[in-house]
């Protein structure tokens, strides 16, 4: 079916993007024929439209990608009937959601004082952008705080509300969303970056953010873990912690 013909409110909704439709059809034909991969596709796309069905219109906000090429990840895993161990697939959604960072990573590295300071800005300007649109879309990502360490080269940021969250709750796909927040993590690795996050909106009461650079002694005291429910936290080395999935 063309993405023009999809039957969704689009007053309210935004279609996903190319690079989620691509990603989608490399998962398919992973596992299935041509003939089959294209009904179940035909099948995510509907599954797609009917969660729009109840879900609070976003389609205003500046960075749309980030709310509406996951439901269509969501999608895709509620309607196949061969569901793959999600970490088998972490590198395939991280291309489609945050590929671009594997360029930036060539040339950017947050471990220097100058490059450190531009990924401030560019933090910032995103949590401004998110502390104006959340009065306009209520729904959207609500910010926590927003701090900058510029002595230590550390950034820290937290969302208390996640449209992503509120989705995996509301359909009761808590254990897909993992593969998503994941993403944050290789983002950073690519950057030469360390994220120490010990929570998520979906685990938790906000998710936290602290970014530095992997050669910041902080990001030395800390080990990524993978937790029971998949998702990807930080955990002081010196702390022995064991990790479960609430």
Known sequence: MREKDLPFDRAKHVCYTKNAKKCVKRLLSRCYDEKTAAELWEKIQLKYCDFLKDEPALSGVKMTVSIYDPILIFAWYAVVPDKPPLEEIQQEIFDCFLGGFNKLGKI????????????????????????????????????????????????????????????????????????????????????????????????????????????????????????????????????????SAS
């Open 108 to 243: 950017f590295n947050i471990n220097r004082k100058l490059d450190n300071r531009l990924a401030n800005l560019a933090f910032k300007n995103a949590n401004d952008l998110r502390v104006r649109e959340i009065q306009d879309f209520p729904a959207s990502f609500r910010m926590g705080g927003y701090s900058y360490n510029k002595e230590n080269g550390v950034v820290r940021y937290s969302f208390t509300q996640c449209p992503n969250a509120e989705f995996a709750k509301r359909h009761h796909m808590e254990d897909v969303l993992p593969v998503m927040c994941n993403c944050d993590h290789l983002a950073m690795q690519k950057l030469h970056a360390a994220l120490i996050r010990e929570g998520t909106c979906c685990t938790s009461a906000c998710c936290d953010y602290c970014i530095v650079g992997d050669q910041n002694p902080i990001a030395a005291e800390y080990e990524l873990v993978r937790a029971g429910n998949g998702l990807w936290v930080s955990v002081k080395k010196d702390r022995d912690q064991e990790i």
